[in-house]
């Protein structure tokens, strides 16, 4: 959840690590901090608490320069956000290192290197990593030496980046469940936690791979695999994205994501429509044989990618007739699962690296389920790698903390999942498929139309400003959609906003509604708008002020005490993915006149790698 960048070059690397924090901030951003070999040879360090701004205008006041360097910006989990525990740590003066990911039994290291005299300096997990390294180093003498000898000491998750004065010719990197990926330069190279962040220096990347142990030279790279052995790692090149750091003409990265999503759902339905049916080899070979085996679908993902895979429940089970279970991954991963007979077992994440959704990717290995499907915006990840089949939305990067062209991309690859099974299992009438396969062509313009209503719903967000309590209510799949709308709200405006099913209201929630609590709801056009009315009625009748987002043809009028906008008309499997629109677009607004910080909301972080 943390960035890491490192570099070893001929020139001065504190801007390129400087801008690489800059990029990866969205990762994390509780305070930054590098440590650069100086000219005389001596590894200086300098941290601060907050953002990389503030290291930045530190680091020009400073002028701290060199040629080998590693930096990070910190998402806290082991000590509180403050300068003490802002890495890298350092062990002596000479060694130090930066940390991605959680160390376990770090109590019990501290333990044994305070008995052996070390001496603590942070309330961090990192910073056993360091002085475990400078003990090695003390009897070893060579720095890859002793990184082989303290890795399998350190249980847990970890990235690390490790530099030393006394080898000032290598930068170190390790891997186990937080990713690490090396950028190759000409005479230079760089590392990091995410590509993203070294776009600016290089596109040629190699990635490391779970266990990897990498000696990173000016001008040679030597990678060791788990077993201990010297491996070759393939070099990436990457083309795609290059935009994805520049927030162009757009206030925040949030806003900037929300306008992409027209393009970004027709190319994540490119290569993947034929004539009047879906590609179902789009999922891999022998997809479509494997789909007609399917009896059960088991979803499993975090945060805005559950609220898709909840949404998908209902399409599965409605079009494609497949029944359907859908669970949080950290509960998933620590219960025992009745698995069905020819269950697909899916993950859902936009980064591929989500610690939860990894892990029960790997518990339902064994668990008897036919095959796993990843549906995820990162070619190269983790959960792709494990999975059996991909499916990739082609989001682009995601900057933003808050997922939104995430989430309606996932929308579009579930979509085509429900509709490859429904024709390999010969259960979706084939004139449905078609029909929905002409609606998914006209989506990316539908989207735009409701981005155009984008004035509108700023000015209903205006309302919300004051505000302290929200409900969103929806029914079918459109009450996922109010969960994912609730948590948008939440998670950027701070507002606390709860969703239900709206016949769920009378129930319990209604006792909140009154004239400080909007309701906000998303009404398509379907057969329950009319029970929605009803619903609608009964927080009229307790004050509740409502915000209706509706299909023109769903027959709801404005009047008092009801903000209605006009959806544009849209079959009611798609209305989904449309109605997510003005939902975001309504957050985003809200946020903006409170004045939080929309792309980097406080306490979250984008990425959630550790447990
Ligand atoms: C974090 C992010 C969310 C995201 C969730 C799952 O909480 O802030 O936006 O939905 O992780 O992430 P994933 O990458 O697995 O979709």
């Known amino acids: 959840m943390?960035?890491?960048?490192?570099?070893?070059?001929?020139?001065?690397?504190?801007?390129?690590?400087?801008?690489?924090?800059?990029?990866?901030?969205?990762?994390?951003?509780?305070?930054?901090?590098?440590?650069?070999?100086?000219?005389?040879?001596?590894?200086?360090?300098?941290?601060?608490?907050?953002?990389?701004?503030?290291?930045?205008?530190?680091?020009?006041?400073?002028?701290?320069?060199g040629r080998l360097g590693i930096a990070h910006t910190r998402w806290a989990t082991h000590g509180a956000p403050s300068e003490r525990n802002a890495h890298p740590h350092f062990s002596g003066d000479g060694l130090a290192v930066v940390h991605n990911g959680i160390i376990e039994n770090h109590e019990a290291l501290r333990r044994e290197l305070a008995a052996l005299g070390y001496v603590f300096t942070s309330d961090t997990d990192t910073e056993v990593i360091v002085h475990l390294l400078h003990h090695k180093l003390s009897t070893l003498g060579d720095l890859t030496a002793a990184l082989k000898a303290a890795i399998p000491e350190l249980h847990g998750a970890y990235g690390l980046a490790v530099v030393s004065a006394a080898q000032p010719d290598r930068l170190l990197a390790a891997r186990s469940g937080s990713p690490l990926v090396i950028g190759l330069g000409l005479g230079e190279n760089f590392l990091a936690s995410d590509q993203l962040a070294l776009r600016q220096v290089t596109d040629r990347f190699v990635y490391l791979e779970e266990g990897d142990i990498a000696e990173i030279r000016r001008d040679s790279l030597q990678i060791w695999n788990l077993a201990g052995e010297a491996v070759q790692r393939e070099t990436v090149q990457y083309h795609e994205g290059a935009e994805a750091a520049d927030k162009g003409e757009y206030r925040h990265f949030m806003l900037k994501e929300i306008h992409e999503q027209p393009r970004v759902v027709r190319r994540?339905?490119?290569?993947?429509?034929?004539?009047?049916?879906?590609?179902?080899?789009?999922?891999?070979?022998?997809?479509?044989?494997?789909?007609?085996?399917?009896?059960?679908?088991?979803?499993?993902?975090?945060?805005?990618?559950?609220?898709?895979?909840?949404?998908?429940?209902?399409?599965l089970e409605e079009l494609a007739g497949v029944p359907c279970q859908v669970e949080v991954a950290s509960e998933f991963r620590y219960r025992k699962v009745?698995?069905?007979?020819?269950?697909?077992?899916?993950?859902?994440?936009?980064?591929?690296?989500?610690?939860?959704?990894?892990?029960?990717?790997?518990?339902?290995?064994?668990?008897?389920?036919?095959?796993?499907?990843?549906?995820?915006?990162?070619?190269?990840?983790?959960?792709?790698?494990?999975?059996?089949?991909?499916?990739?939305?082609?989001?682009?990067?995601?900057?933003?903390?808050?997922?939104?062209?995430?989430?309606?991309?996932?929308?579009?690859?579930?979509?085509?999942?429900?509709?490859?099974?429904?024709?390999?299992?010969?259960?979706?009438?084939?004139?449905?498929?078609?029909?929905?396969?002409?609606?998914?062509?006209?989506?990316?313009?539908?989207?735009?139309?409701?981005?155009?209503?984008?004035?509108?719903?700023?000015?209903?967000?205006?309302?919300?400003?004051?505000?302290?309590?929200?409900?969103?209510?929806?029914?079918?799949?459109?009450?996922?959609?109010?969960?994912?709308?609730?948590?948008?709200?939440?998670e950027i405006s701070y507002i606390h906003a709860e969703a239900y099913p709206a016949g769920e209201l009378k129930h319990g929630p209604l006792a909140l509604v009154d004239s400080d609590m909007p309701v906000v709801t998303v009404a398509p056009n379907n057969e329950l708008v009319e029970?929605?009315?009803?619903?609608?009625?009964?927080?009229?009748?307790?004050?509740?002020?409502?915000?209706?987002?509706?299909?023109?043809?769903?027959?709801?009028?404005?009047?008092?005490?009801?903000?209605?906008?006009?959806?544009?008309h849209i079959s009611d499997a798609l209305a989904p993915i449309l109605y997510t629109i003005p939902l975001q677009l309504l957050s985003y607004h809200v946020a903006v006149f409170k004045g939080t910080d929309v792309d980097q909301p406080r306490n979250l972080a984008k990425s959630v790698t550790v447990e």
């Open 2 to 65: 943390c960035g890491i960048v490192g570099a070893i070059a001929e020139r001065n690397i504190s801007p390129i690590l400087l801008e690489g924090l800059k990029r990866l901030e969205y990762r994390g951003y509780d305070s930054a901090g590098v440590a650069v070999l100086d000219a005389q040879g001596q590894l200086k360090r300098l941290r601060r608490n907050g953002k990389v701004a503030e290291l930045d205008q530190a680091l020009r006041v400073n002028g701290l320069g």
């Open 268 to 315: 994540t339905l490119e290569g993947r429509l034929g004539d009047g049916q879906v590609l179902v080899e789009a999922f891999g070979p022998g997809a479509a044989e494997l789909f007609a085996r399917v009896r059960n679908v088991q979803i499993v993902a975090c945060g805005t990618s559950y609220h898709a895979g909840m949404v998908a429940r209902y399409w």
């Open 338 to 490: 009745a698995v069905q007979p020819d269950s697909l077992f899916v993950s859902i994440s936009q980064s591929g690296e989500t610690a939860d959704t990894l892990a029960a990717l790997r518990n339902a290995r064994d668990a008897g389920y036919l095959a796993s499907l990843a549906i995820c915006n990162v070619a190269i990840s983790s959960l792709v790698r494990e999975s059996d089949l991909t499916l990739l939305t082609q989001a682009g990067p995601e900057i933003g903390v808050a997922s939104t062209k995430a989430f309606t991309t996932q929308l579009v690859a579930l979509m085509l999942l429900t509709l490859s099974l429904g024709q390999a299992r010969a259960t979706l009438d084939r004139g449905v498929e078609a029909e929905l396969v002409s609606e998914l062509r006209c989506l990316p313009t539908r989207l735009g139309e409701a981005l155009a209503m984008d004035a509108v719903i700023e000015q209903v967000a205006e309302f919300f400003a004051d505000k302290h309590h929200t409900l969103f209510l929806g029914r079918g799949a459109q009450y996922p959609v109010a969960m994912e709308g609730a948590l948008k709200l939440k």
């Open 531 to 568: 029970k929605l009315k009803s619903n609608l009625q009964e927080v009229r009748a307790r004050g509740g002020e409502l915000i209706v987002f509706a299909d023109v043809r769903a027959g709801l009028e404005n009047g008092e005490g009801i903000r209605l906008v006009n959806m544009p």
